[in-house]
């Protein structure tokens, strides 16, 4: 059932369950932000929490801090925290580095845990540091073999004894399609190989139950869905099953048993903290730990529907005004997130509406070669909100507002 009027739209808001965690969030007068995927609003609670640290906890308590103001164990315990969004147990997530080089620590792990298998599997249409990591490791490491399918569903056509580790994306993150990650993870181990799952766009997006899937290990990014700011630490997942055993390649002396030992041979914490290598950004971390504040309040089946909600109802309206969606409209295929396209327009045009529309307040982003993409987050997106960006979009389309030579100048980051 879909809003089919602004005022049904500020009923089903009044009845949102999620409505009170609006006011946790900054959000700028005169924007209705759809790129909470790509880089999540700021927590009221994290302003507080950064200037506490770098006020006191740094300036006044400078080094003593690493014990007192539990910096050193911020990796662990945030991990903790963030666990059950992820349907992990605790001790099986550590946040620290960024995706990118928890990918390469993984899928190096991966293979040495598969020896006598070179070959690690990836999606050519993945967002593109997942390949440029399983591209820079194959030519790292000698004999490994990189392999690509278009996406999950070509896996059959790939798998065989020779494949290693398989390293797939829960929500593409330009399409917004979900892969099943039970029936996926289930398939890749039948055929003897681990798995990998990019959570960058399904993480804080959707209920994601790793431990119940069976999956081996995990990446996500604390930015997007997570609120935690630029810059803020990835996390890793490795199932308990593997933890004692497991070896990343980047054994920095924050993932020793004893860092401060200070020996010269390197002996792997028994924990997930062997997935450390160096100094971790503190600050960042903090102002994850002020988001999973947050988070604590949050029921995801709850989230989850109006996430879906929020989604049917910007798809519906987008393709009364013509645009064609990307995004499957089965509930259970998709993420957070929706793309558009215009359809037989020049690919240009799409980046140009998206300009159009941030110039009016609607922020949403475009990623090459023709796709306009909104992220919905129901932490802080209302009905209301959908339907006037639509009606922005509307206006945009019907005026052609867009085909201005302003909106067609590309910027650094689009
Ligand atoms: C955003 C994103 C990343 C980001 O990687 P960083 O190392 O944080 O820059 C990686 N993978 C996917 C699928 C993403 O969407």
């Known amino acids: 059932m879909t809003a089919t009027s602004r005022n049904e739209c500020a009923a089903l808001d009044a009845a949102d369950p999620l409505s009170g965690l609006r006011t946790e969030f900054v959000l700028p007068e005169g924007v209705i932000y759809l790129d909470g995927n790509s880089l999540g609003a700021l927590p009221r609670r994290t302003l507080d929490r950064v200037h506490r640290l770098i006020e006191h906890e740094w300036g006044q308590r400078l080094i003593r801090s690493w014990n007192e103001a539990g910096w050193w164990d911020l990796p662990t315990v945030l991990g903790d925290r963030l666990a059950p969004l992820l349907g992990a147990s605790p001790g099986e997530v550590v946040v ?54 278009a996406d999950a569903r070509e896996l059959p056509g790939v798998l065989d004894d020779e494949v290693a580790v398989v390293l797939l994306n829960h929500v593409d993150y330009r399409t917004g399609r979900l892969q099943d990650m039970a029936a996926v993870t289930d398939l890749v181990h039948r055929h003897g190989a681990l798995v990998i799952w990019d959570l960058c766009h399904s993480a804080g997006a959707l209920p994601v139950e ?26 890793v997942f490795c199932a308990a099953r593997h933890i004692g055993s497991v ?125 306009m993409r909104f992220g919905f987050t ?16 509307a206006d945009i389309l019907r005026t052609g507002a867009w085909r201005d030579g302003k909106y067609a100048v590309r910027n650094a980051v689009t």
């Open 96 to 149: 620290c580095d960024s995706t990118s080089v928890n990918i390469f620590k993984t899928l190096a792990a991966a293979l040495r845990m598969r020896p006598g298998r070179r070959a690690v599997v990836a999606e050519s249409g993945s967002f593109p540091t997942d390949l440029y990591i399983t591209e820079g490791l194959a030519g790292t490491l000698d004999g490994v073999e990189r392999r690509l399918v």
């Open 378 to 393: 129901p932490l802080y997106l209302r009905y209301v909100d959908v339907w006037d960006a639509t009606e922005a979009l």
């Open 247 to 371: 070896r990343q390649p980047l054994s920095g002396w924050w993932g020793h048993a004893e860092p401060f030992a200070f020996e010269p041979g390197y002996a792997p914490d028994p924990g997930i903290r062997r997935f450390l290598t160096g100094s971790q950004p503190v600050v960042g971390g903090a102002a994850l730990a002020a988001s999973l504040e947050v988070w604590e309040r949050v029921d995801m089946a709850a989230l989850r529907t109006k996430s879906l909600a929020l989604t049917d109802l910007f798809m519906r309206r987008a393709e009364e005004l013509g645009l064609e969606t990307l995004t499957p409209r089965e509930p259970e295929r998709r993420g957070s997130q929706v793309a558009l396209r215009v359809r037989d327009g020049d690919p240009g045009d799409g980046y140009a509406i998206v300009q159009a529309l941030i110039d009016r307040g609607v922020i949403g982003d475009f990623r090459a070669p023709d796709v």
């Open 210 to 235: 790793l431990n119940a899937c069976g999956v081996d290990f995990a990446v996500g990014c604390g930015y997007k869905y997570l609120n935690a700011g630029p810059g803020s630490p990835a996390f």
